[in-house]
């Protein structure tokens, strides 16, 4: 009998394969995304065993993957794949794996302009698992609905900007700091995050900053806590924390958050600060993945403020700073000035860029412009790797009869000068009216 039965189990395997591996499960299986932008989507996988993740596909329709198992992209509607910088999904749980879907705006027009055409309003996010032992791969496919950017989208972050100043709007392109130095003791500007986000949701988080001295965070660290699987939530490092924010942000998409109290901020000891945007994990059910319906867990995770990126930081220097008009040039062999050349004359209307080299003693940089009498005008400090600077419009402005003189200052990571060039003039042509 016993011999009757292993006999029936092979026929049928070799009819149709018999895996001991169960189906690989995914929750939620559809979701509603914006249809003119960005959206963040929170995934979990459960069963996975042996499995390991693939790449991933959107398409506009989805077929049989025979002989592997599930439904996979049908030929000739793929849209795209996830780019690997939104990446930060990882195994989790108990043979689980968490998946932080970055829908790109590309992806969404694509699905919409397919829409518009006639076809369906739904397309499809398809992601492939590989059996390591060579059987047939898993391909787990999540439908995704298009939708305005309302209550029925995940509440999901698609960009934040850190930048120095109280006023409301998109950055200043070229005229914000990326690195703001100040005096011991001296005044920090106000700061505000530009964000941009989906759906509706409460906000929550906390201003910290990292000291001279503490190590700095890593990548996964800046990471908002609704983009991590929940076994990880609340083991990112710690810093000084010095304000909460707790807010609700309507339908609309962009919100301009102000920072904390400059007063807070620490401006004492000299060397290099780091103000961190620490966003905390909120309830969305729109963003919600029940583990224990895929089994990768108990309960449910909630995914209210995920991003596919780490958040931004600001980056300040205590001490470290002189004044441009007094300061003996040391220049290093290194670091020189590229353009404009000394004593050009830019015609009216002409983009101001400023060009040095690279210096291999510098972590950052700093351009510093004054006028004719020697009082400044313009300060703006860059990592290395940077070597070029266009200024603002306003130069011109600031620059009274057009005369001016310039200098790149080299600094180590303390924000303590290593070397700097000489003054070189440069006359900007103010156009008659």
């Excluded at 995914?26 to 003119?36: D, E, H, I, L």
């Amino acid at each position: 009998m016993k011999r009757a039965i292993t006999i029936f189990a092979f026929l049928l395997c070799a009819a149709a394969p018999c895996f001991a591996q169960p189906e690989i499960k995914v929750n939620p299986t559809s979701m509603n995304v914006y249809s003119q932008g960005a959206t963040t989507v929170f995934l979990t996988y459960g069963n996975l065993g042996d499995y390991r993740p693939a790449e991933t596909a959107w398409c506009g329709e989805v077929a049989p993957a025979s002989p592997d198992i599930g439904m996979k992209c049908a030929p000739g509607t793929i849209y795209g794949t996830l780019p690997s910088r939104f990446d930060v999904s990882r195994r989790s749980g108990n043979q689980g794996y968490t998946d932080i879907v970055s829908v790109p705006a590309s992806i969404a027009r694509k699905a919409y302009q397919a829409a518009a055409a006639g076809e369906g309003s739904e397309f499809f996010y398809v992601r492939r698992f590989v059996n390591p032992s060579g059987g047939p791969d898993q391909f787990v496919a999540v439908t995704m609905r298009l939708s305005g950017n309302g209550a029925g989208v995940p509440f999901s972050l698609t960009d934040v900007q850190l930048v120095f100043g109280a006023k409301a709007g998109p950055p200043a392109t070229g005229s914000d700091p990326l690195v703001l130095f100040v005096e011991p003791g001296g005044k920090i500007p106000p700061i505000r995050a530009e964000i941009k986000y989906t759906g509706v949701g409460r906000l929550k988080g906390r201003w910290e900053v990292a000291r001279p001295g503490d190590p700095l965070p890593e990548p996964r660290d800046l990471l908002s806590e609704a983009s991590l699987p929940v076994e990880e939530r609340g083991t990112q490092a710690r810093f000084t924390q010095i304000a909460r924010f707790n807010v609700f942000l309507p339908p609309g998409g962009r919100y301009t958050l102000p920072g904390p109290n400059p007063s807070q901020i620490p401006n004492k000891i000299p060397g290099q600060y780091l103000l961190l945007f620490r966003v905390e994990a909120s309830d969305d059910r729109e963003n919600d993945s029940d583990l224990s319906e895929v089994g990768a867990g108990a309960g449910v995770a909630h995914a209210g403020g995920a991003a596919g990126f780490p958040m931004p930081v600001l980056r300040y220097v205590v001490g470290g700073g002189s004044d441009a008009a007094t300061t003996t040039a040391t220049a290093a062999p290194d670091l020189a000035l590229l353009s404009p050349a000394d004593g050009r004359t830019l015609p009216p209307g002409a983009a101001v860029d400023f060009v040095w080299a690279e210096s291999e003693q510098a972590a950052f940089y700093r351009l510093e412009i004054v006028g004719a009498n020697g009082k400044p005008i313009l300060s703006a400090a860059f990592p290395r790797g940077v070597t070029r600077y266009r200024a603002p419009s306003w130069l011109k402005d600031k620059a009274g009869d057009g005369a001016l003189r310039w200098r790149v200052l080299a600094l180590d990571q303390a924000g303590a000068q290593l070397s700097a060039t000489a003054l070189r003039s440069l006359r900007l042509t103010v156009a008659k009216q």
